[in-house]
């Protein structure tokens, strides 16, 4: 029996009642399930590196396309209903133009007569692209590993399989509701796979998302995630001998910059961030294109409409100016909340109170929860009323960098509770 309330870094919503561990025990078939994955500890591990080591960077379509195939004929073998479906691609507003083409995304689908309609989602790609000089799994004598996307979330996305191989052997898929989705562009936002999630989670009951966490900690709230683009046109001129026929697009875009960050406001839990600039291209020349590439989060829907306005509101304002040119510099811009902020849920709440008890009982518990910052795709599916606990994976450190890592320990423990998890949904 346990019985401890958990309160952990659960940081700005400490406010929250905190969740509590619930009572449990293991069955006699859940048992089974943990000795499944325990046998296979070795070949789990294996099939990690496998996974780390096949680049998916967003952008790398041959290898999202070789990992689809390998995670469609894993799904195959489990008895399920392969479909790829396809994004149209995306426009880019920046000085270089063009458009981001992204991966087709894998759904795999079991259809029975159980009553509870379970969706399951992690994402293929990752933030280190095919040039990226981080590339292989390296498995430390300390048990940590460290490799691109180890915790954010190839280690998500083996866990996810090796908890369905677990029932599968046992034959408790035979009748489930069951949908796995598997998208390739959850690192840009989810711009092509969004309406797809969102269809997929209005067909369900509950969502499990297997992105990693930290300090082993859920994820009970998220804020709500948007970015924009700015670019301005100015006009081109020799830096010396004709300043004065110039628009500098990098002045006015220095004005916006400054502008745009001015809409941080911490005690509302607001931030924006200009992560990406650039302008000129050469240094003796006044700069003709400029451009910005924005990132918003916000703890509630009005903050991040606002913001988009606010930022519509400092494009449409133009301080640089040259009389010859009344029309430049010419500022356009492009703005999107891609993921909903993502509220306490009751649903999550007790579902998360069923994983920290778990656990407790299989290894790595879960010591609390947190509120975060950063946006799962279980942002999107919980925006459309699906309940989502979106933090099941990996515990890990220092993901979208070099230093990203994990341990064997958490990816056997998660696989063991993902399976006993599963289970008990498919039950339900
Ligand atoms: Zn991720």
Known sequence: ???????????????????????????TQEKALIDWVEQRKSNILDELKTHVEINTGTANIAGLDRYR??????????????????????????????????????????????????????????????DDEFQTLKIMDDGVLKGPGVADMKGGIVIMINALRALHAQGLLD????????????????????????????????????????????TRARKGLGQARLRIT?????????????????????HKVIAVEELTDYERKVTVN????????????????ADAYIDMRFPALE???????DIERIASKTVVSNPKYPELPKVESWAVLHRPVKPENPKVDALIAEAMALSELIGEPIVGTRYSGGGTDGSIAQGVGLATVDSLGMDGKGAHSSREESTVQSLIARTKLAAV????????
């Open 175 to 218: 009748d489930s509701n069951l949908t796995v989705l598997f998208n390739s562009d959850e690192e840009i936002g989810s711009l092509g796979s969004r309406a797809l999630i969102e269809e997929l989670a209005k067909q369900h009951d509950v969502g499990l998302v297997y992105e990693g966490t930290y300090n082993n900690l859920a």
């Open 303 to 309: 903050d991040g409409e606002r913001l988009k306005k």
């Open 421 to 428: 998890m599963l289970a008990r949904q498919l039950q339900r």
């Open 1 to 27: 029996m346990l019985k401890r309330s958990i309160v952990g870094a659960c940081l700005s919503l400490c406010l929250m009642s905190p969740v509590m561990a619930q009572s449990t025990s293991l069955t």
């Open 234 to 254: 100015g006009r081109e001129s020799h830096a010396g001998g004709a300043h004065q026929e110039g628009v500098s697009a990098s002045l006015e875009m220095a």
């Open 274 to 289: 200009t992560g990406v600039l650039s302008g000129g291209e050469k240094r003796n020349t006044v700069p003709g294109c």
């Open 69 to 130: 195939n390998i995670l469609a004929g894993d799904l195959k073998k489990l008895g399920f209903k392969i479909t790829t479906h396809s994004s149209e691609p995306i426009d880019v507003l920046s000085c270089q133009g063009g458009q981001i083409k992204i991966a087709d995304h894998l759904v795999a689908t079991r259809t029975g007569s159980a009553k509870n309609r379970v969706l399951m989602n992690g994402h293929m790609d990752t933030v280190f692209s095919k």
